[in-house]
């Protein structure tokens, strides 16, 4: 049993932090709307700080989950940041999908503290983080890493040691590229289904189980068919990660040839009011029968 902070209860830490007090961790949380803060206490108990910095405080791990580069700094740094409560021998972890670039400054800040640093972006959406089944992808030093795991391991299905910090965010960018296609081969496929005249959920029941099978089409396509896209991971927040994505690739020489134009495509999305949509409503820009 470990006392840990929590900071950023959207919907992937809130039900994160909720399972480190299902382990018998020691939780503290805080949130920059406190209403949430305080609704997460009401159902798994707790405490509920002010700060980043009083969550902070004694704690053994520090954990982070929030939106972009910029909020990550907002919570780490100054007067009220969690570095300016944690204590030597202590280690951050953060869980925010942001850039290798932001996650290498934090790492030299916080060494500078005696502060240990691992980069954990995940992976498995809000389904994963409630049920616990989460792929964390982790960068840092091999200790900060082995004293880190144990305690991941409550909302972890996996959790892979990648090498140096900027690694795992390194990695988060792989998950997302590779997911860029692929949704956008899942939309073409269902939409091509329901214009050749087939059921498209038995289609995709009958090659679910093949080659062509995934995550996404064994969990969205049968929404995707239905045309129920008010739920799951945002436009916004792909766009905000296929950024990250792009801008790494001019840095290190790829060409993500793919992954430029679904980004396109969901900023057409965006353009339709999908912002909060979730990812598989590429799908509403093919042309279908069953949607004039």
């Known amino acids: 049993m470990s006392k840990v902070a929590f900071i950023g209860l959207g919907v992937m830490g809130y039900p994160m932090a909720g399972h ?11 949130n920059r709307t406190s209403k949430t803060a305080k609704l997460w206490q009401q159902e798994h108990g707790g405490q509920v700080a002010s700060s980043p910095g009083e969550a902070a405080l004694e704690a053994d791990f520090v954990f982070i989950c929030v939106g972009n580069d910029d909020d990550l700094r907002s919570v780490v740094y100054g007067e009220q940041g969690v570095l300016s409560g944690m204590a030597a021998g202590s280690v951050l972890i953060d869980h925010t999908t942001a850039s290798a670039q932001v ?41 900060d890493y082995s004293r880190s795991e144990p305690v991941m391991q409550a909302y972890a299905k996996t ?21 860029a296609g692929l949704v956008q081969g899942l939309s073409e496929g269902v939409a091509f289904a329901v214009n050749a005249g087939l059921d498209a959920k038995q289609a995709l029941d009958a090659i679910g189980g093949g080659a062509a099978g995934s995550w ?10 239905d045309d129920e896209f ?30 430029k134009m679904v980004d396109n495509l969901y900023s057409q999305v965006q353009g339709q009011g999908g912002n909060r949509w979730d990812t598989s409503s590429l799908l509403r820009l093919l042309p279908r029968i069953d949607k004039p």
């Open 20 to 30: 480190l007090v299902a382990h018998h961790h020691q939780v503290c949380v805080y």
């Open 103 to 143: 996650a290498r400054e934090i790492a030299v800040i916080a060494t500078q503290q005696g502060v240990g640093f691992v980069d954990a972006p995940v992976s498995g959406g809000q389904a994963g983080a409630v049920s616990g089944q989460l792929a964390v992808m982790c960068g840092g030093s091999s200790e």
């Open 159 to 179: 959790t892979t040691h990648l090498g140096p910090v900027g690694n795992g965010q390194l990695t988060k960018m792989v998950n997302q590229i590779c997911i």
């Open 216 to 225: 996404q089409m064994h969990n969205r396509g049968a929404t995707m068919v």
């Open 230 to 259: 008010e739920f799951g991971f945002a436009v916004d927040w792909m766009r905000k990660d296929l950024a990250i994505c792009l801008t790494e690739a001019q840095s290190n020489g790829s060409q993500l040839p793919v992954a």
